[in-house]
């Protein structure tokens, strides 16, 4: 039985004691015999009277604890014990009967006092009346309206009265049936017998103190039947009291408030979690709520950011604030008249925020009814999925970026599935290759459209096992009207869906054969033709040497004649002759030599343009000191100091070479006849990518002036009687160096000799090496 | 002709050049014991029939390339293909320098070759140090008697 021990009634013992009978009675005879023996130990102190004084203590315990009978009891057992046994046993003398006496009727009289201390078991004024305490007349009938108020009381109400210290003393039907405790069970028992623990300390003190000052407290508890269930009753305490003495008894009326309790906080727990929602939706949706015309009644946070409207701005306008001008007036009409039907409307709608910029939502409007299903309010959910269509857009306009480089590609490309060569897309050019229509290809794989040889999609197939892809692989396949086709096909394994498809690109080669065909045939037609020019050519250059060959043979030999015969007569008859007919003789004779240079340096000359260059590495200085000492006999008894300086190996033909080297030197040498002390230099320039040979001699000279003369043809700078010569030994020179791709040139002044530059390759040619011989 | 053997043969066809060839030898004093031969057949029948005739072959020939009827390289490459007359020097004398002449020659065993120049004094010098050479200084094999 659980007593609570935290309730504060005041004037309460602490201690628990038991309220069964014969406990009480027990307790009582305990107490006393412990006070007797007490007492027997402070005899000393109180002579014999402590006893005395003492048992008056157990005995109004008794009375006030247990009633008017156990203090009789005590006080019994007390003077038996104090004025018979202990003497007794203690040897003490024995008490005076009129001692005795004395004890038994204070004892008697405090019991009976005790008992009617204690309060009396109220009993219905109406019992005791019918207990026989007649009533005056008058009260009678209040009595009865009394007795009939609380017939209806009953009949609706949970009542209970308490002592004042909370004890029950009376209970009607519907407090046992709420409580569950029986009659018995409840009276006299402490109305905590009911606590749910559910109320805080603070409630309870604030209740007493109510009604202890004798307020009504009106109030709601929660209370706890015998099995252990929850209600609730909405609680009205009357205290009565008589006069303005504290309240003896409390009368509580109850009202069984469960259901209503409970609704309460299915309520309160619906909203909470409606709450939740909508906490969770602003956090993720675009929130409005608009009356039946479209007003706009409520927002969310949301919905001001991305608008970029405050509350106030939006509220009691209508959604056209918003209107981007991007849908046309039947989308919205369409709107319209779905929610006004009561149907839930979906769909994705451009707005426009207040700084002009642009956002698209996602909506759903639905719609809500009124008693007679006419809408009183729309709340539209949005979710804002510009990013979403700014994607979109993007991804359509790549698409179609790829799609249109698919299609319209020059080159024609296929896909298709690896596993059964099903073809997935092809563009226009291969369509056009391969003479067909999409309906023919569709749903067909290479091979059954008839594109494919089994053995070349075999090939295809291990190369592309083997390495992924296929380069520049060249087959043979038809068009599907039968033509042939050189296609070079590269493949390309690619993943698709999950699924392993294959990218091929083809290349007619028909047409580049054809072409190549052609060339090949031009080719060989040319070269038959360069063949022929070339013999042509051959054999005109025979001719022209045979030519020259035997003009000059034939032309020298009258002049052999000519001199040898000129002379003979000036052997033989030159005694004969004067020295003018001896002069003219000799003159006879210089002509046939010249003549006769003239021819050799002609043929050497004609001879230039049809020797075949052939461009070796030259060992230039060992060149030049051959040809030096060629030459230098015939200057046999002159001061000549020829100087070499070291000279770096050029491209070019030797033989050729010699003669520019012969020629140049030979001219230095004459040149320089008429010099006590000639000197010749041979050296290079080390300017530039190419050596620039020169020869510079102390002769003569020449002017400037005439320097173009220099090269040309029979072009002399000096008289035939200060130097001799041709002419044609600088325009062969000439040539030959501009054969090897070079280039000429002289320095002189008059009388302070001359410097002749040559180079035998151009700068920026860089021909092929040839080992040097 | 005297009927001592011959000694050069002289084969050339140009009637100056012929001229001062002998010129330039007598003037040489070489010698004037010379067969002169017009052209290239000429040449060859004289020296297969002295030959066959067992008579002693001329110890120098000197050959003009330009020949009518049978060609100086030609009957040089007769004579040096036949045993009988493969011994005897032969020193072609032409006025053409021309490489492929002498290569040829060369090739087909001519003894020496030599440019006749136009200058007839360094022609009568060049023929008289033929003679001195060939007639002279160079051993030839002994000749058939």
Redesign the interface.
């Known amino acids: 039985m659980n007593q609570d021990t935290s309730s504060s009634t005041p004037g309460r013992w602490v201690i628990p004691l038991p309220k069964s009978g014969a406990l009480v009675y027990l307790g009582a005879m305990v107490l006393t015999a412990s006070t007797i023996a007490l007492g027997a130990s402070l005899d000393h102190f109180f002579r014999g009277h402590a006893t005395l004084v003492l048992l008056l203590i157990p005995v109004a315990l008794s009375a006030r604890w247990g009633g008017r009978g156990p203090g009789i009891a005590a006080t019994l057992i007390g003077v038996l014990g104090a004025t018979v046994l202990l003497p007794a046993y203690t040897g003490a003398e024995p008490v005076t009967h009129g001692y005795q006496v004395a004890l038994l009727c204070s004892g008697l009289v405090i019991s009976v006092l005790a008992q009617r201390e204690q309060s009396p078991v109220p009993e219905s004024p109406a019992a005791s009346a019918e207990a026989g305490n007649l009533p005056p007349p008058d009260l009678r009938a209040v009595l009865k309206e009394y007795a009939d108020l609380r017939i209806a009381l009953n009949e609706h109400a949970i009542v209970e009265t308490t002592d004042h210290r909370g004890v029950i003393t009376h209970v009607n039907e519907k407090f046992c049936a709420i409580s569950q405790y029986s009659r018995g069970e409840l009276i006299g028992r402490d109305h905590r017998i009911v606590n749910s623990r559910h109320h805080p300390k603070a409630f309870w003190a604030q209740f007493w103190a109510t009604i202890q000052r004798g307020e009504v407290w009106n109030g709601e508890i929660k209370n706890r039947a015998k099995d252990g269930s929850y209600y609730w009753v909405a609680t009205t305490v009357v205290p009565l009291r008589e006069d303005h003495r504290p309240p003896r008894h409390y009368l509580a009326i109850h009202a069984n408030i469960t259901d209503r309790k409970l609704a309460e906080e299915n309520l309160r727990t619906a909203t909470r979690e409606l709450l939740d929602l909508k906490t969770a939706l602003d956090e993720h949706a675009i929130v409005a709520m608009t009356d039946p015309a479209g007003r706009i009644t409520y927002v969310n946070d949301k919905f001001c950011t991305i608008s970029q409207y405050r509350r106030e701005e939006l509220l009691g306008q209508d959604h056209r604030l918003l209107n981007s001008g991007h849908h046309p007036k039947a989308f919205f009409q369409e709107m319209w008249r779905t929610i006004a039907a009561a149907g839930v409307w979906h769909g994705e709608i451009k707005n426009r925020a207040k700084d002009g910029s642009y956002y698209w939502v996602e909506s759903t409007i639905v719609p809500f009814l009124d008693e007679q299903g006419r809408p009183r309010q729309y709340v539209s959910i949005r979710a804002d999925i510009t990013v979403r269509k700014l994607a979109e857009a993007a991804l359509r306009e790549s698409q179609l970026r790829f799609s249109a480089a698919f299609q319209y590609s020059p080159a024609a490309i296929v896909i298709h599935q690896r596993s059964n060569l099903a073809i997935l897309d092809v563009n226009e050019s291969f369509l056009e290759m391969f003479e067909c229509t999409r309906e023919d290809v569709a749903r067909q794989s290479l091979i059954s459209a008839g594109l494919l040889d089994g053995n070349v999609a075999h090939d295809i197939s291990a190369q592309l096992d083997a390495r992924g892809e296929v380069n520049n692989l060249e087959v043979v396949a038809r068009t599907l009207r039968g033509k042939l086709l050189h296609l070079n096909v590269s493949v390309k394994e690619v993943e698709l869906a999950g699924e392993s498809c294959a990218l091929a690109i083809v290349v007619d080669l028909t047409a580049r054969r054809r072409a190549e065909e052609e060339v090949r045939t031009l080719n060989s037609v040319l070269e038959k033709r360069v063949m022929e020019r070339t013999a042509q050519l051959e054999s005109a250059n025979h001719e022209l040497e045979a030519f020259s ?1 035997s003009v ?2 034939d032309l ?6 000519m ?6 007569l000036l052997d033989d008859y030159g005694e004969k002759l004067d020295a003018q007919g001896r002069h003219y003789a000799h003159v006879v ?1 210089d002509s ?2 010249k ?2 240079h003239l021819i ?1 340096d002609l043929l050497a000359f004609s001879r230039l343009s049809r020797v075949p260059l052939a461009r070796r590495a030259v060992r230039v200085e060992a060149l030049v000191r051959e040809v030096v000492a060629e030459l230098l006999p015939r200057e046999q008894g002159r001061a000549l100091d020829v100087r070499i300086a070291a000279l770096p190996d050029c491209q070019g033909d030797r033989a050729l070479l010699k003669q520019v080297w012969l020629n140049l030197l030979s001219n230095a040498f004459k040149y320089t006849g008429k010099r006590p002390h000639a000197v010749v230099e041979v050296g290079c320039l080390s300017t530039g990518s190419v050596p620039i040979y020169f020869v510079k001699d102390n002769g003569t000279g020449f002017d400037m002036r005439y320097a173009g003369k220099l090269f040309g043809v029979f072009q002399r700078l000096h008289r035939m009687d200060e130097f001799e010569g041709t002419g044609v030994g600088l325009a062969i020179v000439q040539r030959i160096v501009q054969r090897h791709g070079g280039k000429a040139w002289a320095e002189a002044a008059p009388d302070q000799g001359a410097t002749f530059f040559f180079s035998a390759e151009s700068p920026s040619e860089i021909l092929h090496e040839q080992p040097s011989h | 002709m005297n009927n001592q053997a011959i000694e050069i043969l002289l084969v050339e066809d140009n009637p100056s050049d012929l001229q001062l060839t002998l010129r330039a030898l007598q003037k040489a004093n070489i010698s004037n014991r010379i067969h002169v031969a017009r052209d290239g057949a000429e040449a060859l029948e004289f020296m297969q029939g002295s030959s066959t005739a067992g008579d002693p072959s001329p110890r120098l020939i000197l050959l003009d390339l330009k020949l009518p009827k049978v060609d100086g390289l030609d009957v040089l490459r007769q004579l040096k293909s036949d045993p009988r007359t493969q011994a005897v020097p032969i020193v072609v004398l032409t006025s053409s320098k021309e490489q492929s002449d002498i290569v040829e020659s060369y090739r087909l065993g001519v003894n020496s070759y030599i440019v006749k120049p136009v200058n007839f004094e360094r022609f009568s010098a060049a023929v008289k140090d033929l003679g001195l050479y060939w007639l002279l200084l160079n051993q030839s094999p002994n000749r058939a008697e």
């Open positions: 060959y000059s043979h020298r030999s009258p002049l052999r004649a001199d040898g015969f000129t002379q003979a004779r046939a030599q003549m006769s050799d």
